[in-house]
């Protein structure tokens, strides 16, 4: 068995289902970060534990929930509450949970927007480090996000996860992603003034999470970001076969590319007193 601890603000709307599907576990932990809606009224509902602690950064969120909240197994679930847990992923994870050779496990997302699976405009699969030996892992702060800090290897898992990425609707959506540029903005001037590209992991990167974040560092420096982003991901990737849905996602990411753009040029030519 692993425990799986659930992270959350304000999500009224998605905690019960995320919840439910985690269910699965004898030990659901609810981290919330003091939510104003009716979060914790319906989470009460459930046999899970619930704590509350300040948010001050995803990374820090997730190292003060590793440091502070003692599981009752040795391996974590990290699971957010637009995302849900499936049966087919829970036995693997257990299965996963017994070798030796790894401390965490990396999982493919499904984003499900405009209720359906884009699976091409997402650049399928991409993964996000959720299950892990406890004591063995830890967050760092990228942008608006995290990296984790792995002590050993890691592997992946085959099965797959839901992401309700727009299940509260598309002005949560915009609103979110508008604070998130300032975080992305302050990240990429940071990366240009002080990263690098790894150019080895770019072509020859040992698995997609490097070859991803190497992308990443190159995509930082190059011109005319939002429409690269859109032509990479509605034409090349083939986000065109998603539909609708695809040319709605491709058109709200180069949107959310040309954000950060403008609050970089913001910081750096209209510095704040």
């Not at 932990?29 to 989470?43: F, H, K, Q």
């Not at 063995?136 to 085959?158: A, I, M, Q, S």
């Not at 491709?250 to 040029?265: D, M, N, R, S, V």
Request: a neutral charge.
């Amino acid at each position: 068995m692993f425990s799986i601890y659930i992270l959350t603000h304000n999500e009224e709307l998605d905690i019960a289902a995320c919840i439910e599907s985690a269910m699965l576990s004898d030990d659901v932990v609810v981290v919330d970060s003091y939510s104003s809606d009716r979060t914790l009224e319906i989470a009460s509902r459930y046999p899970v534990r619930v704590v509350q602690h300040k948010f001050d950064s995803h990374g820090k969120q997730r190292t003060w929930m590793l440091e502070s909240i003692p599981p009752r197994h040795p391996w974590v679930y990290i699971l957010e509450a637009d995302e849900r847990m499936t049966s087919a992923l829970f036995q693997e994870c257990l299965v996963a949970a017994q070798a030796q050779q790894y401390v965490g496990y990396y999982v493919a997302e499904r984003v499900m927007f405009l209720g359906q699976w884009i699976r091409r405009s997402t650049q399928y699969p991409r993964y996000q480090l959720r299950l892990l030996r406890h004591g063995k892992v830890w967050f760092t702060d990228y942008g608006h996000t995290e990296r984790e800090v792995c002590e050993g290897e890691t592997g992946l898992l085959k099965e797959t996860y839901p992401h309700y990425t727009c299940g509260k609707g598309l002005s949560r959506w915009i609103d979110k992603h508008n604070r998130y540029s300032t975080d992305e903005a302050i990240e990429t001037l940071r990366q240009i003034e002080q990263g690098k590209i790894n150019w080895r992991d770019l072509f020859f990167g040992k698995t997609e999470i490097d070859r991803r974040r190497a992308l990443k560092d190159l995509s930082l420096r190059l011109p005319f970001r939002p429409l690269i982003r859109f032509f990479y991901m509605y034409i090349l990737l083939g986000g065109w076969l998603d539909g609708r849905a695809g040319f709605a996602w491709c058109t709200l990411q180069a949107f959310y590319e040309y954000l950060i753009l403008l609050k970089a040029w913001e910081l750096r030519h209209m510095p704040r007193s």
